[in-house]
């Protein structure tokens, strides 16, 4: 069935460095991948995303990067801030027309 | 409103008993989707909801788990006798059109089954 693997589960970083999680999805009609980001108590929010025609798109201190032959897709995120401590999830849009998510990764931005 | 509104924001319910959680879309969007959050864990999908059609089903966990959407816009998911696995954080979400797209969620209805 379609599923989208994500790790690592847990990061936690020194602020100012970089942070990077991956992604690996199966359906091979999947065409747009979100990321979101939640916090505590709250619903996921968008922060980036990326479209099948394209391999890399980047904003500000956030970039996702896109590889369709090996179905990998990673979000990179630079000068973390202890703002950026949250639980990102990546998803893929399916060929059947749902949102798929991983399973998450929890982000700790140690100041 | 601006975004995507659930009630209530937290529900207890003893098990046994029926619950039901409402979400309100943003208007003019088409494609809504439910999804279930397990404590500490990912996003489960449960129905998807586009415009007229027949909605997708696949996701829901058992035939105690309904959903509805009336009149392209509110919907609500019908959750009966409930168990004590039942307790997760449900989310909706909603879309402009389907796929390509954002999915814009709510705050999510905390659901514990005592």
């Known amino acids: 069935g379609e599923n989208v693997e994500q790790h690592p589960s847990t990061l936690s970083v020194q602020e100012g460095d970089s942070a990077v999680i991956k992604c690996t999805y199966s359906?091979?009609?999947?065409?747009?991948f979100p990321w979101y980001k939640q916090e505590l108590g709250k619903g996921p929010q968008l922060i980036i995303d990326i479209r099948s025609n394209v391999g890399e798109k980047k904003d500000q201190r956030i970039a996702v990067t896109l590889n369709k032959t090996a179905k990998h897709f990673s979000l990179h995120i630079t000068e973390t801030q202890p703002e950026d401590s949250a639980v990102y999830f990546c998803?893929?849009?399916?060929?059947?027309?749902?949102?798929?998510f991983g399973t998450g990764t929890r982000l700790k931005v140690l100041a | 409103g601006a975004g995507v509104s659930q009630s209530p924001s937290n529900k207890v319910t003893e098990k046994g008993k029926d619950v039901e959680l409402r979400c309100d879309p943003i208007s003019g969007h088409t494609a809504l989707y439910w999804y279930r959050q397990s404590l500490g864990q990912g996003l489960e999908f449960l129905i998807y909801f586009q415009g007229n059609s027949a909605p997708d089903k696949s996701g829901l966990p058992s035939d105690r788990f309904s959903a509805e959407r009336t009149g392209g816009s509110v919907s609500t998911l019908t959750i009966q006798r409930t168990q004590q696995e039942d307790s997760a954080v449900y989310l909706c979400?909603?879309?402009?059109?389907?796929?390509?797209?954002?999915?814009?969620f709510g705050q999510g209805t905390r659901l514990t089954v005592v």
């Open positions: 998803a893929s849009f399916s060929g059947t027309y749902k949102y798929i």
């Open positions: 979400a909603s879309s402009p059109r389907q796929g390509w797209t954002e999915a814009f």
């Open positions: 359906d091979s009609a999947s065409n747009y």
